[in-house]
């Protein structure tokens, strides 16, 4: 069984997007039952110098659109980093989920060879598609993921490996 660029991307990117809802929900209701304001957790951190919750859902969306987008002639949608609340954090994923599943897998064809230049600060670096994906836009997905579930858990809520890992089945 060969795997397609859709197959490596798409599917692992909304599985996420579960995980992340998850994790809003988590903290909506942790914050409820301990009658924290919202904004304690939509807005916490784990270092001054790092994005807050809310953020780390942010670049995981603008990760997943823009991996979909460099790779394809697809537009993507602009989503201004303006959520307040979790409720509108859902929104976020929600539309971002039904953007990756309205990507059909053969716009995605061929796009393994075709050169993805990134240039941030002082990098600039060239990769193929498929490099691009498994050594920057993946890893850069789950990094955004899993500092979600550590700012959550850092500030108490009642979250581990096994809602990390979401539902294999």
Same mark, same amino acid.
């Given at each position: 069984?060969? /795997? ?36 304690? /957790? ?57 953007? *990756? ?6 716009? /995605? ?8 230049? /990134?240039?941030?600060?002082? *990098? ?46």
């Amino acid at each position: 069984m060969s /795997l397609s660029m859709h197959k490596i991307s798409v599917p692992a990117f909304v599985r996420g997007f579960s995980v992340l809802s998850s994790l809003v929900d988590k903290a909506e209701a942790f914050g409820a039952e301990k009658k924290i304001n919202p904004a304690v /957790l939509f807005n916490a951190r784990l270092a001054p110098d790092m994005l807050p919750f809310s953020g780390q859902i942010q670049r995981a969306s603008d990760t997943s659109k823009a991996t979909i987008g460099r790779l394809t002639t697809i537009e993507v949608p602009k989503f201004p980093d303006e959520e307040a609340s979790f409720s509108e954090l859902r929104e976020r994923i929600a539309k971002t989920v039904a953007f *990756l599943e309205s990507v059909d897998p053969s716009a /995605l064809n061929g796009s393994d060879d075709k050169e993805v230049t /990134l240039s941030s600060g002082g *990098l600039k670096v060239t990769l193929s598609g498929a490099e691009y994906i498994l050594k920057f836009a993946l890893p850069n997905f789950y990094f955004h993921a899993t500092t979600a579930q550590n700012i959550l858990r850092h500030n108490g809520v009642q979250v581990g490996k096994l809602d990390y890992l979401g539902k294999l089945g």
